[in-house]
């Protein structure tokens, strides 16, 4: 009899810890990101993405630390992309070559900014793309598809080094469309 209530309290402690823990179950499933056709879809979309708002700040923005992002932002994602439809080429995957509704409402929502808005919004949008973007990168770095692992392996430092440089922009456009309130 103590055997069978020991049984029933490890089985019910069983049962607790598995329903407390869906990380058990999750682990049998591929990660997010791990498939390589989502992977170089989503990764090419925001690549384009940050390529054309890239050309956008170079031409909109009156704020010479953002054009220069601007153009990092094309240059980077530029060979970023070509790399990877490279890659994707070899393997039989499907590489888009225009912008999705998504990404093209964004496009067309900061090219209808100006300004220190314009400077502010892009800013702020290059920090949030980035912080996604390393996270899309470091599950790809750690799936089963070698090429596409290297890869993300590979651009992860430069995507790292964008989302500081966008955090810095992004303080320093805050900072410039914020009003004075100093007295006078």
């Given at each position: ?19 407390m823990s869906p990380t058990i179950e999750a682990e049998d499933k591929p990660a997010k990101g791990a498939d390589p056709q989502t992977f170089v879809e989503t990764a090419a979309q925001d690549g384009m993405l940050e390529m054309e708002l890239g050309k956008i700040a170079q031409q909109k923005s009156q704020n010479p630390d953002v054009q220069k ?116």
């Open positions: 009899r103590a055997f069978s209530l020991a049984a029933l309290m490890c089985g019910s402690a069983l049962v607790v810890y598995l329903a992002f601007g153009a990092r932002m094309v240059k980077d994602h530029g060979k970023a992309n070509a790399e990877l439809a490279s890659i994707a080429k070899q393997k039989d995957l499907q590489v888009p070559s225009r912008l999705d509704p998504k990404h093209g409402k964004m496009v067309d929502e900061l090219r209808g900014k100006s300004g220190a808005d314009f400077d502010a919004a892009y800013s702020q949008h290059m920090v949030q793309d980035h912080g996604k973007a390393i996270d899309l990168f470091t599950q790809a770095s750690e799936g089963d598809d070698p090429e596409l692992a290297a890869f993300a392996k590979k651009t992860l430092p430069t995507l790292k080094e964008h989302k500081a440089m966008a955090d810095s922009i992004a303080a320093e456009t805050r900072t410039a469309a914020a009003p004075d309130d100093t007295p006078t």
